[in-house]
């Protein structure tokens, strides 16, 4: 197939795991037979200091045309004045809203080979694939919100209409139906209208999903049930602050943020893929940084914007095989023990591809 995917590596160690998505979605097209165009576009820091945008307008139009687009990493101590004008973040949640995502996919694999890093007991860590779907455009982060003058009172409000929580839910469902079939949606129903229209409206489409084992948990037990047995999860759905809270508690399941994948999507095919980590200054250009978070994206921009089941699987298990082979990044080796490079991560997952 043919498809245009448009780069945008961004700062500090954005550029660095791009490169290594980059490698291997060239290893997934040669191996395939696809041709994908791949664009890189100025955003975030970068595109401050060259444009005076973090999200220029050539940049939001590539993204606009293009099938999918693979974001690395913005930001940086030398664009962190909260009081600036221009923050590289305002491209990101620009870039959101203008390709219309409002579904949050985070996935946590944790891989058996690196069960041990992980501070829970390995026997409750094995089996263990969570995929969080998290609502992003809606909730208290985009409720009407006010700080009064003296600064004695402010408010933030959560606020969910059924149709938004309706098509997030869908989303989680559809997940669950190509995994093992379970959806655990997380509220606050006891206590919260909003949340009790959240259940209501996730109960009625679940209706359509007879083959979705559907669940729902108050999100104070669920946090500590997460962590006493989280092999028992399969899709995890919530609203944009539970959904924000959770997954990252989830993410020290994986042993390392640099591991960690996500996706972002709205009503048609088009999606943002990126690693969940930042831009890591303390590390940029050393060229340590772990890629396989942005290589696992790859794996879900094939799958859900290209429609590569087959070839998002190949990319899952050439990581896990070098995994078990014992490739380490700096941020997965044992103290003591030598570690590999960003490049050689990515050129031992493509090697891996290209064998496969
Ligand atoms: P961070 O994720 O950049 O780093 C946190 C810690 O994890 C650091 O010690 C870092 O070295 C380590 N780490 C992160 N990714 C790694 C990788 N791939 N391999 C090895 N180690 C890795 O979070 P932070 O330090 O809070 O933020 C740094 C900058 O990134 C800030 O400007 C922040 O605003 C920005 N940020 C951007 C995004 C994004 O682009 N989506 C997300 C989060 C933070």
Same mark, same amino acid.
């Given at each position: 197939?043919?498809?245009?995917?448009?780069?945008?590596?961004?700062?500090?160690?954005?550029?660095?795991?791009?490169?290594?998505?980059?490698?291997?979605?060239?290893?997934?097209?040669?191996?395939?037979?696809?041709?994908?165009?791949?664009?890189?576009?100025?955003?975030?820091?970068?595109?401050?200091?060259?444009?005076?945008?973090?999200?220029?307008?050539?940049?939001?139009?590539?993204?606009?045309?293009?099938?999918?687009?693979?974001?690395?990493?913005?930001?940086?101590?030398?664009?962190?004045?909260?009081?600036?004008?221009?923050?590289?973040?305002?491209?990101?949640?620009?870039?959101?809203?203008?390709?219309?995502?409002?579904?949050?996919?985070?996935?946590?694999?944790?891989?058996?080979?690196?069960?041990?890093?992980?501070?829970?007991?390995?026997?409750?860590?094995?089996?263990?694939?969570?995929?969080?779907?998290?609502?992003?455009?809606?909730?208290?982060?985009?409720?009407?919100?006010?700080?009064?003058?003296?600064?004695?009172?402010?408010?933030?409000?959560?606020?969910?209409?059924? &149709?938004?929580?309706?098509?997030? %839910?869908?989303? +989680?469902?559809? *997940?669950?139906?190509? #995994?093992?079939?379970? !959806? =655990?949606?997380?509220?606050?129903?006891?206590?919260?209208?909003?949340?009790?229209?959240?259940?209501?409206?996730?109960?009625?489409?679940?209706?359509?999903?007879?083959?979705?084992?559907?669940?729902?948990?108050?999100?104070?037990?669920?946090?500590?049930?997460?962590?006493?047995?989280?092999?028992?999860?399969?899709?995890?759905?919530?609203?944009?602050?539970?959904?924000?809270?959770?997954?990252?508690?989830?993410?020290?399941?994986?042993?390392?943020?640099?591991?960690?994948?996500?996706?972002?999507?709205?009503?048609?095919?088009?999606?943002?893929?990126?690693?969940?980590?930042?831009?890591?200054?303390?590390?940029?250009?050393?060229?340590?940084?772990?890629?396989?978070?942005?290589?696992?994206?790859?794996?879900?921009?094939?799958?859900?914007?290209?429609?590569?089941?087959?070839? &998002?699987?190949?990319?899952?298990? %050439?990581?896990? +095989?070098?995994? *078990?082979?014992?490739? #380490?990044?700096?941020? !997965? =080796?044992?103290?003591?023990?030598?570690?590999?490079?960003?490049?050689?991560?990515?050129?031992?997952?493509?090697?891996?591809?290209?064998?496969?």
């Amino acid at each position: 197939m043919q498809a245009n995917i448009v780069l945008l590596p961004g700062d500090g160690i954005g550029p660095e795991v791009t490169a290594e998505a980059a490698r291997v979605l060239n290893a997934v097209a040669d191996l395939g037979g696809h041709e994908f165009q791949l664009e890189s576009h100025p955003m975030g820091g970068n595109a401050i200091d060259d444009f005076r945008n973090p999200l220029p307008p050539a940049t939001l139009a590539a993204c606009k045309a293009a099938d999918a687009v693979f974001l690395g990493a913005v930001g940086g101590p030398k664009w962190s004045d909260p009081t600036a004008e221009l923050r590289p973040e305002q491209g990101l949640l620009d870039l959101r809203a203008e390709l219309g995502l409002f579904a949050n996919l985070r996935p946590v694999p944790v891989f058996d080979s690196l069960v041990e890093l992980a501070p829970l007991k390995p026997e409750l860590l094995r089996g263990v694939d969570l995929l969080f779907v998290r609502e992003l455009t809606g909730g208290i982060y985009f409720g009407p919100r006010q700080e009064q003058g003296d600064g004695d009172v402010a408010y933030d409000t959560l606020v969910y209409s059924t &149709a938004e929580v309706e098509r997030v %839910a869908r989303v +989680a469902l559809r *997940a669950a139906r190509g #995994r093992r079939g379970k !959806l =655990a949606s997380v509220d606050k129903a006891n206590v919260l209208a909003s949340m009790r229209l959240w259940r209501r409206a996730v109960t009625e489409v679940a209706s359509a999903y007879a083959d979705v084992e559907v669940s729902h948990h108050l999100v104070d037990a669920f946090a500590m049930q997460l962590m006493r047995s989280p092999a028992e999860y399969d899709v995890i759905l919530a609203g944009n602050m539970f959904g924000d809270i959770l997954s990252d508690e989830a993410a020290i399941l994986a042993g390392s943020l640099g591991m960690l994948p996500s996706a972002s999507l709205g009503s048609g095919r088009q999606g943002l893929y990126e690693p969940v980590h930042g831009s890591a200054p303390d590390i940029a250009g050393r060229g340590i940084a772990n890629p396989i978070g942005a290589i696992l994206s790859t794996a879900m921009l094939l799958r859900h914007s290209l429609h590569l089941e087959a070839e &998002a699987g190949q990319v899952e298990a %050439a990581v896990a +095989a070098v995994l *078990a082979d014992g490739l #380490r990044t700096a941020d !997965l =080796a044992p103290p003591g023990q030598p570690a590999v490079s960003t490049k050689e991560t990515g050129r031992a997952v493509a090697a891996r591809l290209a064998g496969a």
